[in-house]
């Protein structure tokens, strides 16, 4: 999330509800009208990082290859129309993790060739977060490039509610990435919840 995905609620708190709710990793994506830039977003950047700290939970930073360097992030995420993925890997170094937005099996090649750590995949569903997207995939393209590289960590992304995470899962993702579902919950920690309880084998009852 971002800060203008926060709503009424203030950023950080929103964040700290996100993780003691339960939340793996956290990915800042300061995008859109409004967004933090220069020294505020550094300075936001790294008290998000400070948090994630406490709560032994990576961050990761989402196109901003300068502002992950800086804050030393675990991991920073790009797009298919931002840096090469190849530039991105030597300007970071072997350490931090790179994940790349892949939409195919040869895109998928393209970024493990150039050392991505995990692939994001989507939308899988229709996203309400970014205005730019491609139309849904649903997990057809997840199966095929899971079927290709089954030691990969796949990330489905787009639209992903705890009703429609299951088909998610059993695509063979290693995990699921979303915004507005947790940043727009009324009960962050019961929709963190929620989602978990949607991995197959993990429902109790």
């Known amino acids: 999330m ?3 995905n926060a709503g009424t609620k203030e950023p ?7 993780l ?22 550094m300075e ?15 961050m990761f930073v989402n196109d901003d290859v300068d502002l992950a360097c800086t804050i030393e992030a675990d991991g920073i995420h790009i797009g298919q129309d931002d840096m090469d993925c190849a530039q991105v890997r030597k300007r970071i170094g072997a350490s931090m993790a790179l994940g ?17 750590t995990y692939l994001g995949m989507g939308p899988v569903f229709g996203t309400r977060t970014k205005s730019d997207a491609k139309p ?26 705890p009703g429609n995470a299951e088909m998610v899962w059993r ?16 009960d962050v920690a019961g ?8 991995i197959p084998g993990r429902r109790v009852g």
């Not at 708190?13 to 996100?18: C, N, S, V």
């Open 171 to 186: 695509a063979g993702v290693s995990g699921i990435a979303v915004i507005s579902s947790i940043a727009q919950a009324h």
């Open 100 to 116: 790349v937005s892949v939409h195919s099996v040869k895109e998928a090649n393209g970024a493990l060739t150039c050392g991505a």
């Open 12 to 18: 950080l708190a929103l964040l700290e509800e996100a």
């Open 2 to 4: 971002g800060t203008i």
């Open 44 to 58: 936001f950047a790294a008290k998000c990082k400070s948090l994630c700290r406490e709560y032994a939970v990576p």
């Open 136 to 161: 849904p995939a649903g997990v057809s393209e997840i199966i095929k490039v899971k079927t290709q590289y089954p030691h990969v960590p796949v990330i489905g992304i787009g639209g992903i509610e």
């Open 20 to 41: 003691e709710g339960g939340i793996t990793h956290f990915q800042l994506r300061e995008k859109g009208r409004g967004a933090l830039a220069g020294d505020e977003l």
């Open 191 to 198: 929709q963190i919840e929620r989602f978990k309880q949607s």
